[in-house]
T-cell receptor, first 109, second 115 residues
Framework: KQEVTQIPAALSVPEGENLVLNCSFT??????LQWFRQDPGKGLTSLLL?????REQTSGRLNASLDKSSGRSTLYIAASQPGDSATYLC????????FGSGTRLQVQP | EPEVTQTPSHQVTQMGQEVILRCVPI?????FYWYRQILGQKVEFLVS????????KSEIFDDQFSVERPDGSNFTLKIRSTKLEDSAMYFC?????????????FGSGTRLTVV
């Protein structure tokens, strides 16, 4: 059974810092990996989708990498802003999405 | 940008009552899903639906749950006799395909509270 783990569970940084969120998964036979953002009590906003054949994807200040063979992905956020404060979820896709527990990010002004 | 729309945003229901949660997926998407998130826990898969039938379901999706696409646009989740433990945020999602290259688009969720 696929297990997805995200480290750290929570992170508090001052504005402007670059930061890395980690995601690991136990079964490397995945199609894709998708990173989402969730604001408190809200829905899931897709940030980046990485296909299993890709190594990374970039969107603005976000960069996600995927190392399928080792079962790892990282989400890099450059020059963090208070508006980045949210929970970041990674999910691996095979027949359905399997989610991690998320990293709760707080960016201090 | 196309959106997945869910209604209602909040629903409070008495234990034992039936509830129907509604979703309008993105119009050119072919695969539809329901997920739920109990407060403080992971987002969990419930069911996937394609070509007017269930293609995959989890252990959570027991006989109390059913899904339907009653017309060309709506996708519904029915809980027949709600229990306290059904209280959660329910998310609908859709995608154009499955497998490599297809991401999911989620709705903003329905918060179900069973009292």
């Amino acid at each position: 059974k696929q297990e997805v783990t995200q480290i750290p569970a929570a992170l508090s940084v001052p504005e402007g810092e670059n930061l890395v969120l980690n995601c690991s998964f136990t079964d490397s036979a995945i199609y894709n990996l998708q990173w989402f953002r969730q604001d408190p009590g809200k829905g899931l906003t897709s940030l980046l989708l990485i296909q299993s054949s890709q190594r990374e994807q970039t969107s603005g200040r976000l960069n996600a990498s995927l190392d399928k063979s080792s079962g790892r992905s990282t989400l890099y956020i450059a020059a963090s802003q208070p508006g980045d404060s949210a929970t970041y979820l990674c999910a691996v896709i095979k027949r359905a999405l399997t989610f991690g527990s998320g990293t709760r990010l707080q960016v201090q002004p | 940008e196309p959106e997945v729309t869910q209604t209602p945003s909040h629903q409070v229901t008495q234990m034992g009552q039936e509830v129907i949660l509604r979703c309008v997926p993105i119009s050119n998407h072919l695969y539809f899903y329901w997920y739920r998130q109990i407060l403080g826990q992971k987002v969990e898969f419930l069911v996937s639906f394609y070509n007017n039938e269930i293609s995959e379901k989890s252990e959570i999706f027991d006989d109390q749950f059913s899904v339907e696409r009653p017309d060309g646009s709506n996708f519904t989740l029915k809980i027949r006799s709600t229990k306290l433990e059904d209280s959660a945020m329910y998310f609908c999602a859709s995608s154009t395909g499955t497998g490599g290259g297809y991401g999911y688009t989620f709705g903003s969720g329905t918060r179900l509270t069973v009292v």
